[in-house]
């Protein structure tokens, strides 16, 4: 009873402090005594300060007091195994107990700290493009290759992403990161950091030298010599990091194979020295199995397996992936291992000073639960003079031991190069099949890989980088980066219509988000979800011809509906007993979109595009004047399907609705020099001059070209507004919108909490000044389509020194996001996973190149910069290359004077021809000029979609 009534004040103490704690009391008393004992710690929990507070916010932890009598002998030995600690009141009071732990940690066979090394010589600097004093592209733009010299780091972590479709890792410019295997947030293998002051790796390698004890890692993290020099390439699909110390050479590859959950590393050292060296390597990873380690690290067990000698790591309690089994092993060559992490790190230890590295005695062999767990696995290696040994490092997980083992064995006896020649050929194979020369160099090294790697490896696969990590399928997100894969992958662009459609309700909204793996999900009052299932599926089908994919059958979804003044509901639904097709799904999802408010423009809901704007419309009666764009747009689009299909009666109803659109956006919707976003549920307007915060919104002037919806005039003068009211050259930032949401009595939802200038709230919001890009070339404005483009190329925002300090993130991939109000103008905000890359890619490679793939036919229209004296493209179409040569001697943005194709003319009014497949070389040469159709009218269309 002391004991108990000593934890019962701990646990009272601990919630004082607002510390979630389960304290479990273990009744083991003989039956003739149990239940007056039973009593007794009852009532002593009872009376204690222990007991939960009604109606008052605090953490959860609570006090269980159990009979061992009454409960199976394996649910006892399963609460010994997870708790933190087992206290037995028969052995002493608590402060005797707690006396009685030691500190294990072995002090023999300790070297004395080796004295520093002579820093090795830099290695010869590369040449690469783009050189910024940190980093620069080589391999004609392919990977990007930093160098971190003495005192010298990137601003931000500078990452990069490599996945399959269902396991991945990221990888840091420092050597940090984090693995995940199904579901990049609700799996990780290890710990995913979040942190862009320390990045604080899960994961590390390290290398020592058993005569002199010296340790040391082979990348910049955990453990980094500010004298030396540490090298890092990104590139497809793979990162390797080279570095020398102590006279030994490394070269580590890390990459994950195109199939399979096992990200494989490579690690060779070479022998610089004229002596023979005896090194070990210790691979360590700190576990998770869940989607927090500081949540899952109690239920972690760990085993070395009888069959493979890998270490095996599980997490039953995991409700979606308790039976997968995580491993870590070394092709076999392990010789000694640990499962605990104290037991490496040394209490209150660090990665940067691991204690099991600073003994000569091999590692303990602990492994099982109830530890604080990791996985450490050492091997030993000697190198003559001038030698070099890889050691190979396989981190995955199988859906259970039987193929853990199998994936362990595969790739052992794998040829790993092979293994990455797939991967890497893979990569080169989907992104090389357009390839484009310009005058614009970072504009060449953007459209002919990066922007494509970022959206599949990251958006479509990973759905993880370094600022989210979200696992989840956003609704409009991925069906956005769909099509821009549907010229070069339509396959995956038509599996993911079908794996969008499948989250649709019966009523035919849809879920915002969903995880994959269990089908939960939010369902939101958000409006424009619906339409983009239409706008994505009819632009898949205009570009690759399959109609057939309209008729395939996918069935709703069920659950509870949203109650009034209920903004989002998270649940698992259950699927529905009824299907429908595809174009069914489109259609309901358009059917529910075409409630009006008192302006006769679509009800906003609790946001449109921007969700941050989540209560304009939270009342019902708000009003998007952007959504009535986009909704003409997808209308219109998908009208011609329904009349393909018979289907009059729906096309006529969408035809008209669309009629009444423009009417009222022609109407309502202009103020005057442009066109306002929204209407306020009280009908207070939104983008208006007469606005205090966002008197102007790009989007709405955008989309009012792109839409081809809008009176021509009235376009220009909107796109007009936009490059006065919203571009700033002398920063290179394109505005969402002005000024910030900041002091107005208005709230327009939470976009409101962000800091004036960040993110949606007056910052630079990428996604939406690439719409921008091409609604100028929409309008045949080719100098300004092309200016915008290079500012917002990432390349153009880190050329010096100073501009990485300023920029700080990444300058090989998109950034959602750049700061627009000091004292962080021009700072990057989220990259990596955003949606803004498959825009740009299409906005370069559609709008501004003009090149469009519609149903086996090929169409260019270019509206480009007119000092460009002309360009180059090479299309691959199965086994034919057709070479395009562009010419512009009169210094024209748009117009098509003359085309040939293998030496023969074609018809320039539109320049539009069938591909065909062989193995065939096909030249095309195109003149621009004043006699090409320049007239601005025919140019406003649905650019950015089906016409």
């Given at each position: 009873?002391?004991?108990?009534?000593?934890?019962?004040?701990?646990?009272?103490?601990?919630?004082?402090?607002?510390?979630?704690?389960?304290?479990?009391?273990?009744?083991?008393?003989?039956?003739?005594?149990?239940?007056?004992?039973?009593?007794?710690?009852?009532?002593?929990?009872?009376?204690?300060?222990?007991?939960?507070?009604?109606?008052?916010?605090?953490?959860?932890?609570?006090?269980?007091?159990?009979?061992?009598?009454?409960?199976?002998?394996?649910?006892?030995?399963?609460?010994?195994?997870?708790?933190?600690?087992?206290?037995?009141?028969?052995?002493?009071?608590?402060?005797?107990?707690?006396?009685?732990?030691?500190?294990?940690?072995?002090?023999?066979?300790?070297?004395?700290?080796?004295?520093?090394?002579?820093?090795e010589p830099p290695p010869p600097a590369p040449e690469l493009e783009f050189f910024n004093g940190l980093g620069g592209f080589a391999d004609d733009g392919r990977d990007y290759v930093t160098v971190l010299g003495p005192g010298r780091s990137t601003p931000a972590p500078w990452i990069n992403v490599v996945a399959n479709p269902a396991f991945g890792f990221q990888a840091a410019?420092?050597?940090?990161?984090?693995?995940?295997?199904?579901?990049?947030?609700?799996?990780?293998?290890?710990?995913?950091?979040?942190?862009?002051?320390?990045?604080?790796?899960?994961?590390?390698?390290?290398?020592?030298?058993?005569?002199?004890?010296?340790?040391?890692?082979?990348?910049?993290?955990?453990?980094?010599?500010?004298?030396?020099?540490?090298?890092?390439?990104?590139?497809?699909?793979?990162?390797?990091?080279?570095?020398?110390?102590?006279?030994?050479?490394?070269?580590?590859?890390?990459?994950?194979?195109?199939?399979?959950?096992?990200?494989?590393?490579?690690?060779?050292?070479?022998?610089?020295?004229?002596?023979?060296?005896?090194?070990?390597?210790?691979?360590?990873?700190?576990?998770?199995?869940?989607?927090?380690?500081?949540?899952?690290?109690?239920?972690?067990?760990?085993?070395?397996?009888?069959?493979?000698?890998?270490?095996?790591?599980?997490?039953?309690?995991?409700?979606?992936?308790?039976?997968?089994?995580?491993?870590?092993?070394?092709?076999?060559?392990?010789?000694?291992?640990?499962?605990?992490?104290?037991?490496?790190?040394?209490?209150?230890?660090?990665?940067?000073?691991?204690?099991?590295?600073?003994?000569?005695?091999?590692?303990?062999?602990?492994?099982?639960?109830?530890?604080?767990?990791?996985?450490?696995?050492?091997?030993?290696?000697?190198?003559?003079?001038?030698?070099?040994?890889?050691?190979?490092?396989?981190?995955?997980?199988?859906?259970?031991?039987?193929?853990?083992?199998?994936?362990?064995?595969?790739?052992?006896?794998?040829?790993?190069?092979?293994?990455?020649?797939?991967?890497?050929?893979?990569?080169?194979?989907?992104?090389?099949?357009?390839?484009?020369?310009?005058?614009?160099?970072?504009?060449?090294?953007?459209?002919?890989?990066?922007?494509?790697?970022?959206?599949?490896?990251?958006?479509?696969?990973?759905?993880?980088?370094?600022?989210?990590?979200?696992?989840?399928?956003?609704?409009?997100?991925?069906?956005?980066?769909?099509?821009?894969?549907?010229?070069?992958?339509?396959?995956?662009?038509?599996?993911?219509?079908?794996?969008?459609?499948?989250?649709?309700?019966?009523?035919?909204?849809?879920?915002?988000?969903?995880?994959?793996?269990?089908?939960?999900?939010?369902?939101?009052?958000?409006?424009?979800?619906?339409?983009?299932?239409?706008?994505?599926?009819?632009?898949?089908?205009?570009?690759?011809?399959?109609?057939?994919?309209?008729?395939?059958?996918?069935?709703?979804?069920?659950?509870?509906?949203?109650?009034?003044?209920?903004?989002?509901?998270?649940?698992?639904?259950?699927?529905?007993?009824?299907?429908?097709?595809?174009?069914?799904?489109?259609?309901?999802a358009l059917d529910q979109s075409l409630a009006l408010g008192g302006h006769g423009l679509p009800l906003m809901g609790t946001g449109d595009w921007n969700d941050g704007m989540n209560r304009v419309g939270e009342d019902g009666a708000g009003e998007s004047v952007w959504l009535a764009w986009f909704l003409h747009a997808a209308l219109t689009a998908f009208a011609p399907l329904?009349?393909?299909?018979?289907?009059?009666?729906?096309?006529?109803?969408?035809?008209?609705?669309?009629?009444?659109?423009?009417?009222?956006?022609?109407?309502?919707?202009?103020?005057?020099?442009?066109?306002?976003?929204?209407?306020?549920?009280?009908?207070?307007?939104?983008?208006?001059?007469?606005?205090?915060?966002?008197?102007?919104?790009?989007?709405?002037?955008?989309?009012?070209?792109?839409?081809?919806?809008?009176?021509?005039?009235?376009?220009?003068?909107?796109?007009?507004?936009?490059?006065?009211?919203?571009?700033?050259?002398?920063?290179?930032?394109?505005?969402?919108?002005?000024?910030?949401?900041?002091?107005?009595?208005?709230?327009?939802?939470?976009?409101?909490?962000?800091?004036?200038?960040?993110?949606?709230?007056?910052?630079?919001?990428?996604?939406?000044?690439?719409?921008?890009?091409?609604?100028?070339?929409?309008?045949?404005?080719?100098?300004?389509?092309?200016?915008?483009?290079?500012?917002?190329?990432?390349?153009?925002?880190?050329?010096?020194?100073?501009?990485?300090?300023?920029?700080?993130?990444?300058?090989?991939?998109?950034?959602?996001?750049?700061?627009?109000?000091?004292?962080?103008?021009?700072?990057?905000?989220?990259?990596?996973?955003?949606?803004?890359?498959?825009?740009?890619?299409?906005?370069?490679?559609?709008?501004?190149?003009?090149?469009?793939?519609?149903?086996?036919?090929?169409?260019?229209?270019?509206?480009?910069?007119?000092?460009?004296?002309?360009?180059?493209?090479?299309?691959?179409?199965?086994?034919?290359?057709?070479?395009?040569?562009?010419?512009?001697?009169?210094?024209?943005?748009?117009?098509?004077?003359?085309?040939?194709?293998?030496?023969?003319?074609?018809?320039?009014?539109?320049?539009?021809?069938?591909?065909?497949?062989?193995?065939?070389?096909?030249?095309?040469?195109?003149?621009?000029?004043?006699?090409?159709?320049?007239?601005?009218?025919?140019?406003?269309?649905?650019?950015?979609?089906?016409?």
């Amino acid at each position: 009873m002391d004991v108990a009534h000593e934890l019962l004040k701990a646990h009272e103490y601990w919630r004082m402090k607002q510390l979630a704690v389960d304290l479990v009391i273990l009744n083991e008393r003989q039956s003739s005594y149990v239940q007056d004992l039973q009593i007794a710690l009852e009532t002593l929990v009872r009376t204690s300060g222990s007991q939960p507070h009604v109606g008052r916010n605090g953490p959860v932890g609570q006090v269980f007091v159990l009979r061992a009598d009454l409960i199976p002998s394996e649910t006892g030995s399963l609460l010994s195994s997870i708790a933190r600690i087992v206290l037995v009141a028969q052995r002493g009071s608590l402060a005797e107990q707690l006396d009685r732990i030691s500190d294990t940690e072995a002090t023999a066979n300790t070297f004395p700290k080796p004295p520093a090394a002579a820093p090795e010589p830099p290695p010869p600097a590369p040449e690469l493009e783009f050189f910024n004093g940190l980093g620069g592209f080589a391999d004609d733009g392919r990977d990007y290759v930093t160098v971190l010299g003495p005192g010298r780091s990137t601003p931000a972590p500078w990452i990069n992403v490599v996945a399959n479709p269902a396991f991945g890792f990221q990888a840091a410019t420092e050597g940090s990161g984090f693995t995940w295997s199904q579901n990049s947030r609700e799996n990780l293998i290890t710990p995913w950091s979040n942190d862009p002051v320390t990045d604080r790796t899960g994961e590390a390698f390290y290398l020592r030298d058993d005569e002199t004890g010296a340790v040391w890692t082979p990348t910049a993290a955990p453990m980094r010599d500010e004298a030396a020099t540490y090298v890092a390439r990104h590139g497809r699909g793979y990162s390797a990091f080279s570095h020398a110390a102590h006279g030994i050479a490394s070269e580590l590859v890390q990459y994950v194979p195109a199939e399979g959950a096992i990200k494989i590393s490579r690690l060779t050292l070479r022998n610089q020295t004229n002596r023979p060296r005896r090194l070990s390597l210790t691979a360590y990873v700190e576990w998770v199995l869940g989607p927090s380690r500081s949540a899952t690290a109690p239920f972690v067990a760990t085993a070395i397996d009888s069959e493979t000698g890998a270490l095996f790591a599980r997490n039953s309690w995991n409700g979606d992936f308790g039976a997968r089994v995580a491993f870590l092993d070394m092709g076999g060559r392990q010789t000694d291992w640990t499962g605990d992490r104290r037991e490496f790190i040394g209490r209150n230890g660090i990665l940067a000073d691991p204690a099991a590295l600073r003994r000569a005695a091999p590692l303990s062999g602990l492994v099982g639960a109830g530890l604080d767990p990791c996985g450490a696995i050492r091997t030993t290696l000697e190198l003559r003079p001038n030698a070099s040994a890889e050691i190979v490092v396989f981190l995955g997980e199988g859906a259970d031991a039987p193929e853990a083992r199998a994936l362990i064995a595969r790739f052992r006896a794998a040829d790993l190069d092979a293994v990455l020649a797939e991967v890497t050929a893979g990569w080169d194979d989907l992104l090389g099949a357009v390839e484009v020369r310009t005058p614009d160099r970072a504009m060449d090294i953007m459209l002919n890989g990066w922007l494509l790697y970022q959206s599949l490896a990251c958006r479509v696969w990973a759905r993880s980088a370094f600022y989210q990590a979200s696992g989840a399928y956003g609704f409009r997100d991925q069906l956005q980066d769909g099509m821009a894969l549907a010229a070069l992958r339509p396959d995956m662009t038509r599996a993911h219509l079908l794996r969008a459609a499948a989250r649709q309700f019966v009523e035919g909204d849809v879920q915002h988000w969903w995880l994959p793996h269990s089908g939960r999900g939010v369902r939101t009052r958000i409006s424009d979800d619906r339409a983009w299932l239409a706008y994505a599926t009819a632009h898949y089908v205009k570009v690759s011809g399959d109609a057939g994919v309209l008729d395939e059958r996918v069935p709703f979804l069920e659950g509870q509906r949203l109650a009034a003044g209920e903004h989002e509901a998270f649940f698992p639904p259950t699927v529905s007993d009824e299907s429908g097709s595809l174009f069914e799904h489109c259609a309901r999802a358009l059917d529910q979109s075409l409630a009006l408010g008192g302006h006769g423009l679509p009800l906003m809901g609790t946001g449109d595009w921007n969700d941050g704007m989540n209560r304009v419309g939270e009342d019902g009666a708000g009003e998007s004047v952007w959504l009535a764009w986009f909704l003409h747009a997808a209308l219109t689009a998908f009208a011609p399907l329904a009349e393909a299909r018979g289907d009059d009666l729906r096309a006529g109803r969408w035809r008209t609705h669309a009629e009444g659109l423009g009417a009222a956006l022609d109407g309502t919707a202009w103020d005057g020099d442009w066109y306002r976003r929204a209407f306020f549920d009280d009908g207070t307007p939104l983008g208006s001059a007469i606005s205090e915060e966002c008197r102007i919104d790009s989007i709405a002037q955008s989309w009012a070209v792109l839409s081809g919806a809008c009176d021509p005039a009235r376009a220009v003068r909107a796109m007009a507004a936009v490059e006065r009211e919203l571009i700033r050259p002398e920063e290179e930032l394109a505005l969402l919108f002005t000024p910030p949401f900041d002091r107005t009595a208005l709230d327009p939802g939470y976009i409101k909490g962000y800091p004036p200038g960040i993110r949606e709230n007056g910052g630079q919001y990428t996604h939406a000044a690439l719409w921008s890009v091409m609604a100028f070339a929409a309008l045949g404005e080719g100098n300004k389509a092309g200016t915008l483009f290079s500012m917002l190329n990432p390349i153009n925002h880190a050329r010096t020194r100073s501009d990485v300090v300023r920029y700080k993130v990444e300058p090989y991939v998109l950034a959602a996001d750049i700061y627009a109000e000091p004292p962080h103008t021009g700072r990057g905000g989220w990259t990596w996973y955003t949606g803004s890359a498959g825009w740009m890619q299409r906005a370069g490679i559609e709008s501004i190149l003009g090149l469009r793939k519609e149903a086996g036919m090929l169409r260019l229209d270019p509206c480009i910069p007119r000092d460009w004296p002309g360009f180059e493209l090479t299309i691959r179409h199965g086994t034919a290359r057709y070479r395009i040569t562009v010419e512009n001697p009169q210094g024209v943005s748009r117009g098509v004077v003359s085309a040939t194709l293998d030496g023969g003319a074609l018809p320039v009014m539109p320049l539009l021809f069938a591909l065909e497949d062989g193995p065939a070389d096909h030249p095309i040469r195109v003149t621009l000029g004043r006699d090409g159709p320049t007239d601005v009218t025919s140019n406003i269309h649905a650019a950015v979609g089906p016409s």
